[in-house]
Nanobody
């Protein structure tokens, strides 16, 4: 059974930091990603990383502030979020893809975590 277990969300003041974790189990994936969805907004790809290595992908709005990383031994990915802004407020989802091509759309990710709320106060 595939499971993506997220943790690490919460409430933080603008300028602060949070780290999200996502532990994957149940099968092998090619790519992992973090998406986010704010109320009334389409789900957006934040960052993605391949288990095999290579340069991660970042959305322009988070580049330079967020860092995605992986621990292959723990089958866990992380999203370090620094210099958080109120506009980063959203539910953040961990997602996994078995596609070996570039995957930037949520429809290309077959497996999803339950989501974790990140709220940034001004």
């Amino acid at each position: 059974q595939v499971q993506l277990a997220e943790s690490g969300g919460g409430l933080v003041q603008a300028g602060g930091s949070l780290r999200l974790s996502c532990a994957a189990s149940g099968r092998t994936f090619y790519r992992m990603a973090w998406f986010r969805q704010a109320p009334g907004v389409e789900r957006q790809l934040v960052a993605s990383i391949m288990w095999s290595g290579g340069a991660p992908f970042y959305a322009g709005s988070v580049k330079g502030r967020f860092t995605i990383s992986r621990d292959n031994a723990k089958n866990t990915i992380y999203l370090q979020m620094n210099t958080l802004k109120p506009e980063d407020t959203a539910v953040y989802y961990c997602a996994a893809s078995t596609l070996t091509t570039t995957a930037t759309h949520d429809g290309q990710y077959a497996y999803w975590g339950q989501g974790t709320q990140v709220t940034v106060s001004s």
